[in-house]
């Protein structure tokens, strides 16, 4: 069936937007919101408007020292996705090949489709740990791929790439003409462990990320994009044709948020232990449950009780008033997405209930 246009959509982004509330919420992946009084924020600080530009200086400065970037390859947007948007309008024509990992989170696939690539598929298989095989790579890429699509930590399991394999990924693209997409927005949870981002591995990458999952964020829409700057210009004069001005109170707020990132990571940092915890031993008395143990991060994806993961969440949400994501939004319908990243009380009592609707199936 030849895609079309103006039937672009993310089955996933409208499930999520009007399907996935509940009491216990175990579908979102990020973090729970910050309080608005927990962003010590001024309102004298704060402005609507000012002079249009391409960034806000002070924002585009925050980001890059964040990264540890220079400014002019740093173009700020509103979130991860629009960031996503962004580089590969940058970068792809009609009909170019894109290679895009598989499970991937939908909205990345979409965007592909939606411009028109023609798209080819890398396969990250459960056996392997949901790991980037090499010999994939080398086997699906072509001389007309243009752009290799990847996640890390990987969405939905959570798996990290390993900065070797990330190199040797950018060496076969490099030797073909290619470039590295890889949306970090998960990797900024490695508190303990950071993880240097790909885009220092060469100037065939391009690095998409955001505040809103690791940080609380999400009503910032603080999100990025790293890449060289001639191709960061061609994202910037994109968004004259589909943004033209950012939202500058969130610009603003958003500094605020990254001169005290600090204190805001340490916030994250005690929930999600606190989280691991109750996970892992969930984890422990489920051991059916087969799933990869991430490094990290707020999202686990095991296979569905039952090997059915719409009916399991079904059963889940209508008899439990439990929410978690079904496989098949990700292009495995044996699977499940657990995240722990909301308050530790609703965690707790959200796997509870798993349990229980996991025991169901075996009645």
């Not at 010590?40 to 000012?50: A, D, F, N, Q, Y």
């Not at 190199?167 to 073909?176: D, Y």
């Not at 220092?200 to 391009?206: A, K, Q, R, T």
Request: negative net charge; contains cysteine; proline residues 5%.
């Amino acid at each position: 069936m030849t895609y079309r246009r103006t039937q672009a959509c993310s089955d996933y982004i409208h499930w999520a937007k009007v399907s996935s509330s509940a009491r216990f919420n175990l579908a979102s992946s990020g973090v729970r919101n910050l309080p608005l009084k927990d962003l010590p924020v001024r309102l004298e600080e704060l402005e609507i408007s000012t002079s249009g530009s391409y960034g806000y200086p002070p924002l585009q400065e925050r980001l890059a020292r964040h990264k540890g970037v220079p400014m002019e390859s740093v173009v700020s947007v509103s979130g991860a996705s629009m960031a996503n948007f962004l580089a590969m309008s940058a970068v792809l024509e009609v009909g170019d090949e894109v290679v895009v990992e598989e499970p991937t989170y939908d909205p990345l696939l979409q965007i592909a489709r939606y411009l028109g690539a023609l798209v080819r598929r890398l396969p990250r298989r459960p056996e392997n740990h949901f790991q980037v095989c090499l010999e994939d790579v080398e086997r699906v890429v072509s001389k007309a791929t243009r752009l290799i699509v990847l996640t890390n930590l990987h969405n939905p399991s959570g798996a990290l790439v390993e900065e070797n394999v990330l190199r040797q990924v950018g060496e076969i693209a490099r030797s073909i003409g290619a470039r590295v997409l890889v949306d970090e927005v998960y990797l900024e949870m490695l508190f303990d462990q950071p993880v240097q981002s790909a885009f220092h591995l060469g100037d065939h990458f391009l690095v998409t990320s955001s505040l809103t999952k690791a940080f609380g964020l999400s009503g910032l829409r603080c999100g990025w994009a790293l890449a060289q700057p001639e191709i960061a210009e061609r994202m910037w004069r994109v968004t004259d044709v589909i943004e033209n001005i950012s939202a500058h109170v969130a610009e603003r707020m958003s500094v605020c948020a990254l001169d005290h990132l600090e204190e805001i990571s340490a916030r994250s940092k005690a929930l999600l232990s606190l989280n691991w915890n109750l996970l892992e031993k969930f984890l422990a008395k489920h051991p059916e449950l087969e799933t990869v143990r991430p490094p990290g991060g707020t999202i686990v994806f095991p296979r569905a009780p039952g090997g059915d993961g719409y009916t399991f969440c079904k059963l889940l949400r209508e008899k439990y008033d439990t929410s978690a994501v079904p496989g098949h939004f990700f292009e495995m319908p044996d699977r499940v997405r657990i995240g722990i990243g909301g308050e530790t009380r609703e965690v707790e009592e959200g796997l509870k209930r798993v349990s229980q609707a996991a025991e169901d199936l075996r009645i």
